[in-house]
T-cell receptor
Framework: DAKTTQPPSMDCAEGRAANLPCNHS???????VYWYRQIHSQGPQYIIH???NNETNEMASLIITEDRKSSTLILPHATLRDTAVYYC????????????????FGQGTILTVHP | DAGITQSPRYKITETGRQVTLMCHQT?????MFWYRQDLGHGLRLIYY???????DKGEVPDGYVVSRSKTENFPLTLESATRSQTSVYFC?????????????FGPGTRLTVT
């Protein structure tokens, strides 16, 4: 699986968009980009994933560059409840066999949303 | 309630005791996982399972035993607890969406070994 690099921390004002970057310059063509977050003392929470195209769901948008070497998770209107550690994970498509889609978590980005 | 639950949520045990952490999911997901989370190490995979009776070791399996006789349950047993196993334990289940896997986590069990 490709290695990811994220800034250790970021700040955002409440109501503004939070843009969290992730570098995955060694990504290969068959690897998905996943985003999870972990709010303090809770289990990690799935946010979104993508392969090539930009993706949007009720929680966030995922923008993947054309060369797929980096991506940005966008929380369009950040709230105080979005304060969490955000993890960017790259994982091989159809990683079945003996791996069953298991994830490797890095250190993530601590996003702090301020009033 | 639908979802993934863990019990107990908090547990204090003594060194050398056997302790079992329970995990139950109601989605019938095939894949289940156990992670531990410690300060300075992040989330690390202990064991995982593709289906009932199919389990495999993760990154840090020593000192742990798992079983999966039913799809919905995936208990984790510490055979002889040690202080180094003091941690927060998260169970997760996963299903495939096309070529990707979405993984959903339980609320965690905070275990203290004295």
């Amino acid at each position: 699986d490709a290695k990811t690099t994220q800034p250790p921390s970021m700040d955002c004002a409440e109501g503004r968009a939070a843009n969290l970057p992730c570098n995955h310059s060694t990504i290969s063509g068959n690897e998905y980009v996943y985003w999870y977050r972990q709010i303090h003392s809770q289990g990690p929470q799935y946010i979104i994933h993508g392969l090539k195209n930009n993706e949007t769901n009720e929680m966030a948008s995922l923008i993947i560059t054309e060369d797929r070497k980096s991506s940005t998770l966008i929380l369009p209107h950040a709230t105080l409840r979005d304060t969490a550690v955000y993890y960017c994970i790259v994982r091989v498509v159809n990683a079945g066999g003996t791996s069953y889609g298991k994830l490797t978590f890095g250190q993530g980005t601590i996003l702090t949303v301020h009033p | 309630d639908a979802g993934i639950t863990q019990s107990p949520r908090y547990k204090i045990t003594e060194t050398g005791r056997q302790v079992t952490l329970m995990c139950h999911q109601t989605w019938s997901h095939s894949y289940m996982f156990w992670y531990r989370q410690d300060l300075g190490h992040g989330l690390r995979l202990i064991y995982y399972s593709a289906a009932a009776d199919i389990t495999d070791k993760g990154e840090v399996p020593d000192g742990y035993v798992v079983s999966r006789s039913k799809t919905e349950n995936f208990p984790l047993t510490l055979e002889s607890a040690t202080r180094s196993q003091t941690s927060v334990y998260f169970c997760a289940s996963s299903f495939r969406v096309g070529g990707a896997y979405e993984q959903y986590f339980g609320p965690g069990t905070r275990l203290t070994v004295t």
